[in-house]
């Protein structure tokens, strides 16, 4: 509540609303004071005259007020020059501080006393805050109209006032707060006029920050030229940089993906290599153990190796013959005939199923590979039990891989009819399939050994996409017709292009969010050289787990029309000897690249080992 003090007058209508209430005032004063209505002439008016007097009380024109100034000395002066016209009886400052402790002033009037008083407490009793407070009191009149009064009535008056119960008080007391102490009083004077709450809010927001305004003073022009002068608004949007988010961006563009597609490209090599191991070294192993048995004439103890080979060799022979069975044309115009589901829909759902299968076929092949390890070192007594936990192995293996070589199989029509299609099924495929793995896999947080991981799916993945190109060559050799070859070419460079700048794209802001230096893609290709030179490694996860049973399933189905293609029709001896020659032919050629890719692997392998270690004695010699 503010207080203004320019001269407000006071309304003596609103102190004076009823008029019983007067009268029970004139009553109790009455009875109270017995001194006063002594020396008061009040109690010698007749009756007829107080009535006279009542009703002229109520009149607007008799009623009479005064101005309280803003200046003390002006107050004083003003009630001092108002005697006996303004029927107003004024007591001095000083005689109403003696009586009351601080300075004020008593303004009264005809036909009712109004009592005004401003007492100013600048003692530093209570911590050194001044005290303001402001009284009004009203009394009932102590002489009528056209009747002098004497001063020396003015003890009495000021007595009932002490007594009088009708009292309004207004207290301002100042807090602790130095902004809000109001000035100190000299002689007991009023309150200055106080400030609204919005011109204080606005000087202290001016106090705080002059520059607040700089839109409202500065003309467009000088604004602008402050601008210029300060420099491109983008160092307000952006961090100044240090030479660790250089070092970051240049990780993020130059130094990681070299690497990481170095990390990827041995990867593919280790499972291209695997998948060569199992066409023919595993074939080999086979056909030499038999030998063995069969010039021995006497069944000899098989060792953990044979076991697992021949696991492994009725697999793949399982899956070829349930593959033989398929008929590709079948599935490829149904799923290039359904109109449901969109090609890259059917592609990704494949994929997704060929993950799993991949991550649950490592644990299957390796409860295969438990078992015979357990067939072939088992005591005679517990031999029964090994041979049919070794075959309940071998049976759920199978049933597996026959099943992740079906989806491999759709996967590979799917990718197939994308590119024989005219309406830009393989773009989509590839921006649909390519662009949600970064989605799922960049704004994601991964630990270090996660992202380990995730290069060995991306070179399983690589590895899985040259067979299915691998595929569609084999369909394009049989059905296509005219020029095709171009069109294929392009095509998967268009898919490998496409894979390869999606895996570093990945790679790099999968390094950036979670904090990944480039030296860590450094370290998964030295441990992946490690598994190459058959060092193990404490650590299951940082070793490549890859099963070519079901690529190598779908690549001979596939090969094997190619080649029927191709082999005379003449009787049957010659077609054998064609079958046998073709076979040797192509047993020769892939022995041949898995030797060139197996010691180069081994040669590679051994000189990064080396390196590595020698940049370590280095760093720990330093």
Known sequence: MALRSSGRKLSFEILTKSNSLEEDQLLLLSQSSPDTARSSPTNNIPKKKRRRNKHKKSSPHADSYSTIAEDPSAAGSSLAGSNSNSNSVIESPDRFSSRYGGGGSVVCTTPTITVVECVCDNSTNNGGNSYVELR???????????????????????????????????EVVSDDKPRNEPPPMPNGGCLPRLETAESLDWKRLMAEDPTYLFSVEKSPLNYFMDEIDEGNSLRRTTTLGSEKERERV??????????????????????????LSLLTVMPTRVLMTLWRLLKRRQFQKLSAADWSDFGCFIVLASGVLLLDRTDISLIYHMIRGQGTIKLYVVYNVLEIFDKLCQ???????????????????????????WIWRFLADQVLAMAFSILHSFLLLAQAITLSTCIVAHNNALLA?????????????????????????????????????????????????????????????????????????????????????????????????????????NIQSGDKKKIL???????????????????????????????????????????????????????????????????????KHHLHSE
């Open 545 to 615: 787990t890859f099963i070519p049973l079901a690529p190598a399933c779908v690549v001979i189905r596939v090969l094997t029309p190619v080649y029927a293609a191709h082999l005379p029709y003449s009787p049957l001896p010659w077609r054998l000897f064609w079958v046998f020659l073709l076979t040797s032919i192509t047993f020769v050629m892939l022995t041949s690249l898995k030797i060139m890719i197996g010691m180069g692997l081994q040669k590679h392998a051994s000189w990064y080992v080396n390196r590595c270690r020698r940049r």
């Open 429 to 533: 495929l590839l921006v649909s399939n390519n662009f949600s793995e970064i989605k799922s896999n960049v704004f994601k947080r991964f630990s270090k050994e996660n992202i380990h991981n995730i290069v060995y799916a991306d070179s399983v993945e690589r590895f899985h996409i040259t067979a299915f190109l691998l595929f569609v060559l084999a369909q394009n050799i049989l059905e296509a017709e005219g020029p095709w070859f171009e069109s294929f070419v392009y095509n998967a460079l268009l898919v490998f292009v496409c894979e390869m700048l999606i895996d570093i794209i990945k790679h790099s802001f999968l390094a950036k969010f979670n904090d990944i230096k480039p030296i860590a893609y450094s370290e998964f290709l030295e441990e992946l050289c490690n598994q190459t030179l």
């Open 359 to 385: 991550s649950f076929g490592g644990d299957v092949f390796q409860t295969l590979f438990n078992s015979a390890e357990g067939l072939a070192s088992c005591p005679p007594e517990t031999k029964r039990f």
């Open 136 to 170: 009004q009191r009203n009394v009932v009149s102590v002489g009528g109209e056209g009747e002098g009064r004497n001063d020396e009535d003015l003890p009495s008056v000021l007595r009932v006032i002490g007594e009088t119960t009708v009292e309004r008080e207004l």
């Open 250 to 275: 240049y990780d993020t563009l130059f130094r990681l993906p070299w690497r990481c597609e170095l990390l990827i490209d041995v990867g593919f090599f280790v499972c291209l290599d695997s998948f």
